[in-house]
């Protein structure tokens, strides 16, 4: 992010909020800011002019930016993807949420075609309250969220019944 495309921002909010500028605080906001994209803070900063009272903290900017999908959006989601027996792999699907991607992830493609629309709401529902925070986390930290894709089927078809040793698992290699 450019210092002066920032000093705009910055100088926007300072008179939204009838507020003096302060060096010291423009040089803090910059260097907690400066990974983030300067048209997602200037939205964010827009935004928070236009509904909040005070002077926002860089934590308030910083939230502004991140958007969280309501649950329901995300079921709705979900549902439609499992009704759609024409996806068999997960780079088929065209996601509108991110974390709708992490939750069908979790839940396994192909398993959600099987279940009762019922039963798949309530396995997102917590499945969405075990990793939106964390989801969330990310996006505040400007992070990628690393999705990890449910391979139970092909887990549980490696593991054997009984201990083998070092060297017969050597040789099966």
């Known amino acids: 992010m450019d210092k002066d495309e920032f000093r705009k921002v910055m ?6 909020f009838r507020q003096e500028p ?12 400066k990974v983030y994209d300067i048209a997602m803070v200037k939205q964010s900063v827009h935004s928070l002019c236009t509904t909040f009272k005070y002077f ?31 996806y ?16 069908i992830a979790d839940l396994g493609l192909g398993r959600i ?18 990793i939106m925070p964390s989801w969330k986390d990310c996006k505040m930290k400007n992070r990628v969220y690393q999705i990890s894709y449910n391979r139970r089927s092909k887990v549980s078809s490696l593991q ?3 201990p ?3 060297k017969s698992l050597l040789n099966e290699i």
């Not at 100088?11 to 939204?16: E, P, W």
């Not at 989601?77 to 759609?84: P, T, Y």
């Not at 068999?88 to 939750?103: C, Q, V």
């Not at 099987?114 to 075990?130: A, C, G």
């Open 160 to 162: 054997s019944t009984k």
């Open 56 to 86: 926002p903290r860089v934590a308030d900017i910083v939230e502004a930016m991140v958007k969280v999908p309501e649950e329901r959006e995300i079921a709705e989601e979900v549902l439609k993807i499992a009704e759609d027996s024409s």
């Open 22 to 33: 302060s060096e010291d605080e423009f040089e803090t906001y910059y260097i907690l800011l």
């Open 164 to 166: 083998q040793s070092l």
């Open 113 to 130: 075609g099987k279940m009762s629309p019922q039963d798949l709401r309530d396995k997102v529902h917590f499945s969405y309250k075990e």
């Open 88 to 103: 068999k792999e997960y780079k088929d699907i065209e996601f509108r949420h991110e974390l709708t991607e992490a939750i």
């Open 11 to 16: 100088s926007f909010m300072y008179k939204a």
